[in-house]
């Protein structure tokens, strides 16, 4: 069964700074992979989805993540961090012929001054 | 305009009470989904819909039960509500079936068991 990995419970980050956002998977065959952001009281955003093809997606709000099969993972990253950007990330993986998806356990990044 | 709306927004019941959560979509989407959110923010699949046709049952207890009367709706009715039934539930919708399809997300609905 397919698993998804996110290593950093909290992460904070300076305004204006640079972001990665860690997530691993398991699954045997490519995956699809999302990342979606949940701010606080909310419902989950889509932010980028990977499913073939280049292997750096661009997403919204000028957020992107790069699929690196060798090392199973799909890391968000972000070059310059808003303060409106703290919010909870979830990092999920979609099975090929199956309609679930299965979410990591997220990452809360926090935006400091 | 909402694509996918859920009510209530808040439920505080006490124990043993049977409530109902009701979603709506407004995206011409084929398939709906239950994910269950528990207090550490993990998210869990519960059910999911395809053309009113029940897919995925995910070992959810009985208590639960989905009901879709159309394409655009799928309600969650639970009964005898338990302590650890606290969570948020969020519904979602995607276009198809498949594990790559988008799924957009309801704004939850915060259900506090007493």
């Known amino acids: 069964a397919q698993s998804v990995t996110q290593p950093d419970i909290h992460i904070t980050v300076s305004e204006g700074a640079s972001l990665e956002l860690r997530c691993n998977y398991s699954?045997?065959?490519?995956?699809?992979l999302f990342w979606y952001v949940q701010s606080p009281g909310q419902g989950l955003q889509l932010l980028l989805k990977?499913?073939?093809?280049?292997?750096l997606v661009q997403g919204i709000k000028g957020f992107e993540a790069e699929f690196k099969r060798s090392q199973s993972s799909f890391n968000l990253r972000k070059p310059s961090v808003h303060w409106s950007d703290a919010a909870e990330y979830f990092c999920?993986?979609?099975?090929?012929?199956?309609?679930?998806?299965?979410f990591g356990t997220g990452t809360r990044l926090l935006v400091s001054p | 305009d909402t694509a996918v709306s859920q009510t209530p927004k808040y439920l505080v019941t006490q124990m043993g009470n049977d409530k109902s959560i009701k979603c709506e979509q407004n995206?011409?989407?084929?398939?709906m989904y239950w994910y269950k959110q528990d207090s550490k923010k993990f998210l869990k699949i519960m059910f999911s819909?395809?053309?009113?046709?029940?897919?995925i049952n995910e070992t959810v207890p009985n208590r639960f039960s989905p009901k879709s009367p159309d394409k655009a709706h799928l309600n969650l009715h639970i009964n005898s509500l338990e302590l650890g039934d606290s969570a948020v539930y969020f519904c979602?919708?995607?276009?198809?079936?498949?594990?790559?399809?988008?799924?957009?997300f309801g704004p939850g609905t915060r259900l506090l068991v007493l």
């Open positions: 999920a993986v979609g099975e090929t012929g199956f309609q679930k998806l299965v």
């Open positions: 699954y045997g065959a490519t995956p699809y």
């Open positions: 990977y499913f073939s093809g280049d292997t």
């Open positions: 995206l011409g989407h084929d398939t």
């Open positions: 979602a919708s995607s276009q198809d079936r498949g594990g790559g399809e988008t799924q957009y």
């Open positions: 819909y395809n053309n009113k046709e029940l897919i």
